[in-house]
C-alpha cells in the first residue's frame, strides 16, 4: 500500500501561480511511476502529467506544457507540480497517483490515489 497525501492547493488569480506537492508513505516511493490528473466540475477525471520512477522523463498534457512542471524528490518521499500562468479552466481538484506501470497516462493504470487538493483560479 502507498498512502498519498496532496496540498498546496487553493484560491489564486489568473495568471497567479501554485505549487502542489504530494507526500508518499506506506512502500518505497521510487518503485513507482507517478501522475497528476484533475477533475473539473461535472467534468471526467484527466490527465495532467507523468513522471517515471527516477524523475529523468516526463510528459505533460497539451493544455499544460510550458505552464506545470512535474518533479518528484525520492529522498523526500514527495511529488509535486508547479502550475504556472493559471486560467479559470484549470479549476479542479487536482490528485497525485502512483502506478506500477512504466509509463501510464490512463486513470486505469493507476492504483494508489490521493483524495485530492482544490485549485481555484479566478478570473
Known amino acids: 500500500q502507498v498512502q498519498l497525501v496532496e496540498s498546496g492547493g487553493g484560491l489564486v488569480q489568473a495568471g497567479g501561480s501554485l505549487r502542489l506537492s504530494c507526500a508518499a508513505s506506506?512502500?518505497?516511493?521510487?518503485?513507482?511511476?507517478m501522475g497528476w490528473f484533475r477533475q473539473g466540475p461535472g467534468k471526467e477525471r484527466e490527465f495532467v502529467a507523468r513522471?517515471?520512477?527516477?524523475?529523468?522523463?516526463?510528459s505533460y498534457a497539451d493544455s499544460m506544457k510550458g505552464r506545470f512542471t512535474i518533479s518528484r524528490d525520492n529522498a523526500k518521499n514527495t511529488l509535486y507540480l508547479q502550475m504556472n500562468s493559471l486560467k479559470p479552466e484549470d479549476t479542479a481538484v487536482y490528485y497525485c497517483?502512483?502506478?506500477?506501470?512504466?509509463?501510464?497516462?490512463?486513470?486505469?493504470?493507476?492504483?494508489?490515489w490521493g483524495q485530492g487538493t482544490q485549485v481555484t483560479v479566478s478570473s
Open positions: 506506506g512502500r518505497t516511493f521510487s518503485n513507482y511511476a
Open positions: 513522471i517515471t520512477r527516477s524523475g529523468f522523463s516526463t
Open positions: 497517483a502512483a502506478t506500477d506501470s512504466t509509463w501510464a497516462r490512463s486513470v486505469l493504470e493507476y492504483v494508489y
